[in-house]
């Protein structure tokens, strides 16, 4: 069955320091995977996807994640982090079939302190 | 990309009522979907709302504690039937980007959060 694990429930970054979000999955195959955002009281927002290719994806708001197969890892990287990037950070996976269904990971809360 | 709506955004309930979430796209889709975040947890999905056909529930969700309803292309309802404490959270209504893509990027509603006391 498929699984996807975000090991960090909680990160505390300061204002301009890089941030890292670690994303693992279980799956019989490649996957497509995804970082989404959700801000407080807010919906999911999608930052960045990976179906194929270049596997460092390149996302909205300056983050980045990189696909690792050998590792089945998803991480999402931002150099520099805004205040206004704390947020609840959600690791989805989806099949490569038409059925739409995505698994979500725990998610990471990020906290930004001044 | 599709803009979602839910009503109402948030509400506060006793136990043993129901409760009926609407959400609205604003373009047609085939398929939407229905998630559940309980509070301090990730998103579940609760059942695909299919137009013109009966509503697909995933494991540990039935039909009689969130009827689905699907009457357009545009438009869906979940209701949760018979309250209880333990069905306070976030639930979030989507649709995918039918790009012809599978499983392509999935646009959310903003949520609605409950609580029932």
Redesign the interface.
Known sequence: AQSVTQPDIHITVSEGASLELRCNYSYGATPYLFWYVQSPGQGLQLLLKYFSGDTLVQGIKGFEAEFKRSQSSFNLRKPSVHWSDAAEYFCAVGPRSNDYKLSFGAGTTVTVRA | SAV?SQKPSRDICQRGTSLTIQCQVDSQVT?M?WYRQQPG?????IA?ANQGSEATYESGFVIDKFPISRPNLTFSTLTVSNMSPEDSSIY?C?V?QETG???????????TRLTVL
């Open positions: 979602i398929m979907f947890q990730s998103l579940t999905l695909t979030l989507s995918p893509v599978p499983s392509d990027t999935q646009y959310f509603g903003p949520g």
